[in-house]
């Protein structure tokens, strides 16, 4: 069964860094980009990014640029994403989400629970 | 980025109704439009992808259909489990962009 368990909730304040988990498994890690979706309280669905585990090569919306990195370590099959400069408009909660393969890497067939991101001083 | 419009915001819809839920484009997307079911408190859930593939274990009584910019999601039949927020995805062009969804309540 794949699985995907993001860690728990965060809080930060504003300025600093947080760091989000995903460890996967059920499925070979490397052959699946993950993908990471941020969802705003009472919002929608905002695509943030994906990273290729297997090389390391990531692909970000504009907005996320400066403010996520995602990488992903295969010894653990893990992926994570670091968010910066934490503001109020970071208040959220994040998904990671497996990608298909190929053409398909927004085909994200299993999702994580979702962790909570709380900005407060 | 390509924008993602929802229609409607709110559905209202009885048990054993055949539901329509629509999603337009502000460009072709070729048909990298996928669908996804939020119940409240939940991860998404993917129901079809790629215009009208179901997702292996979803019911079938979840149909899509569309090309070029106009994408719909039906289903069939409503059931009371099917009370969530449907969110359009388009996968054509980077960014992904989502729709800002559709909620579907009981009448």
């Known amino acids: 069964e794949v699985q995907l368990q993001q860690s728990g909730p965060e809080v930060g304040r504003p300025g600093s860094s947080v760091k989000i988990s995903c460890k996967a498994s059920?499925?070979?890690?490397?052959?699946?980009?993950m993908n990471w979706v941020k969802q705003s309280p009472g919002q929608g669905l905002e695509w943030i990014g994906w990273?290729?585990?297997?090389?390391?090569?990531?692909d970000y919306a504009e907005k996320f640029k400066k403010k996520a990195t995602l990488t992903a370590d295969t010894s653990s099959n893990t992926a994570y994403i670091q968010l910066s400069s934490l503001t109020s408009e970071d208040t959220a909660t994040y998904f990671c989400?497996?990608?298909?393969?190929?053409?398909?890497?927004?085909?994200?067939?299993?999702w994580g629970q979702g962790a909570s991101v709380t900005v407060s001083s | 980025d390509i924008q993602m419009t929802q229609s409607p915001s709110v559905l209202s819809a009885s048990v054993g109704d055949r539901v329509t839920l629509n999603c337009k484009a502000s460009?072709?997307?070729?048909?990298?439009l996928n669908w996804y079911q939020q119940k409240l408190g939940e991860a998404p859930k993917l129901l079809i992808y790629?215009?009208?593939n179901l997702q292996t274990g979803i019911p079938s009584r979840f149909s899509g259909s569309g090309s070029g910019t106009d994408y719909t999601l039906t289903i069939s039949s409503l059931q009371p489990e099917d009370v969530a927020t449907y969110f359009c995805?388009?996968?054509?062009?980077?960014?992904?962009?989502f729709g800002a969804g559709t909620k579907l309540e009981l009448k």
């Open positions: 995805f388009q996968h054509n062009s980077w960014p992904y962009t």
């Open positions: 990273i290729d585990p297997e090389y390391g090569s990531t």
């Open positions: 059920g499925y070979t890690f490397t052959d699946y980009v």
């Open positions: 790629n215009t009208n």
């Open positions: 460009q072709n997307i070729n048909k990298y």
């Open positions: 989400a497996r990608g298909l393969p190929g053409y398909n890497y927004g085909v994200m067939d299993a």
